[in-house]
């Protein structure tokens, strides 16, 4: 979680956590819950990622305790992408009505006992590890892209500890084949 400590206060509220705060990098007026631990605004956050290399990504989401620890393994063969992809699709996943800000679906880990946790966790490490980085609000999650939809997990969450599991449809621009911009 952000801390509110980084640039001027200039709102009207009182609230620290609603008022606006300077971005240190490009001094855009920005709520501060939105503010990352760096002072940077998401945009900037987002910039400073795109500049590191893949260690230096290792490296700093270690120290920020912000990602869970995964390999690379690139893309599925398509036989593993059939299997993941059936899982996925044989769960239910229902609207999360708390977040119509960022319109997904959601499937809890109780859901797959059915399949049992081995399997769930299968599914969770074949998004970390055969998925892509995308950065969304403050954070890089890791996304997989499965017959038209988005999957991810909460970026913090070991394996172990994950039990939800989301989805949304691809935009008209992404497709499947965004696996090939990894
Ligand atoms: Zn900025």
């Not at 990504?57 to 920020?64: D, K, L, P, S």
């Not at 959601?106 to 590890?129: C, K």
């Not at 939809?149 to 939800?164: A, C, D, L, N, R």
Request: with cysteine; hydrophobic share 30%.
């Amino acid at each position: 979680m952000p801390k509110p400590i980084h640039g001027a206060g200039t709102g009207t509220n009182t609230d620290p956590w609603v008022r606006d705060a300077g971005c240190q990098d490009c001094g855009t007026l920005t709520p501060i819950r939105e503010i990352d631990d760096h002072g940077a605004c998401p945009d900037c956050a987002q910039k400073r990622w795109e500049r590191l290399t893949p260690a230096e990504r290792t490296a700093w989401c270690e120290v920020n305790h912000l990602h869970y620890p995964y390999q690379d393994k690139g893309p599925m063969t398509p036989e593993q992408l059939a299997r993941i992809g059936y899982l996925l699709e044989s769960h239910p996943f229902r609207f999360a009505k708390t977040m119509p800000r960022n319109p997904h679906w959601y499937t809890l880990r109780h859901e797959w006992q059915d399949v049992g946790d081995a399997v769930f966790e299968e599914v969770v490490r074949a998004i970390r590890e055969h998925g892509y980085t995308e950065w969304f609000g403050s954070y890089p999650w890791r996304m997989l892209n499965v017959n038209g939809f988005k999957y991810w997990t909460y970026y913090s969450s070991y394996v172990e500890e994950v039990i939800v599991l989301n989805r949304k449809p691809l935009a008209p621009e992404e497709s499947d084949s965004a696996e090939a911009s990894r």
